[in-house]
């Protein structure tokens, strides 16, 4: 897995830091074409946040070491799973807490996740412009 970009919530209940991966070749794919391949992989792990005062600064906020959540996509471009509630819109949708890893606390894409994604709906239901790892030297997201 290749590390995509990170975003920083302040506060809420996801808030702390949202560290995006997927695999390597999934990136070299979208690079080349501008779309997530068949199968990809994309993973935000939640960490929650503490600040302190440090010489780059006052009140620097960094990682914790707990885990709060992980949230998964499965890009689906043939639409294999059409009458499971998790599967639509071109993705699989899980959410895993550390309690449970191996539980999919999520039962309906569209009502636990589609929510936070529906800004991002032009761009294939990912914040793209959050991950440099994506970006084509010299051209701008999509």
């Known amino acids: 897995m290749v590390h995509l970009g990170s975003w920083f919530v302040p506060q ?3 808030s702390g830091f949202h560290d995006v991966y997927t695999e390597a070749s ?3 794919m979208y690079r080349k074409t501008g779309q997530f391949p ?3 992989t994309l993973v935000k792990e939640l960490r929650g946040a503490q600040t302190g005062n440090y010489t780059t600064g006052a009140n620097v906020a960094y990682a914790v070491e707990a885990v ?3 949230f998964v996509m499965i890009k689906d471009t ?3 799973f059409p009458e499971n509630p998790l599967w639509g819109d071109g993705w699989g949708w899980a959410l895993f807490k550390p309690d449970e890893p191996t539980k999919n606390i999520a039962t309906n ?3 636990d996740c589609l929510g936070c994604h529906i800004p991002a709906k032009a761009k294939d239901w990912v914040y793209v412009e959050a991950y440099p790892t994506l970006k084509q030297r010299g051209k701008n997201y999509r």
Do not use: L
């Open 38 to 40: 068949d199968g990809a």
């Open 68 to 70: 709060k959540q992980w």
């Open 26 to 28: 999934t990136a070299e």
């Open 109 to 111: 894409y569209r009502v």
């Open 78 to 80: 043939q639409g294999r």
């Open 12 to 14: 809420g209940e996801a």
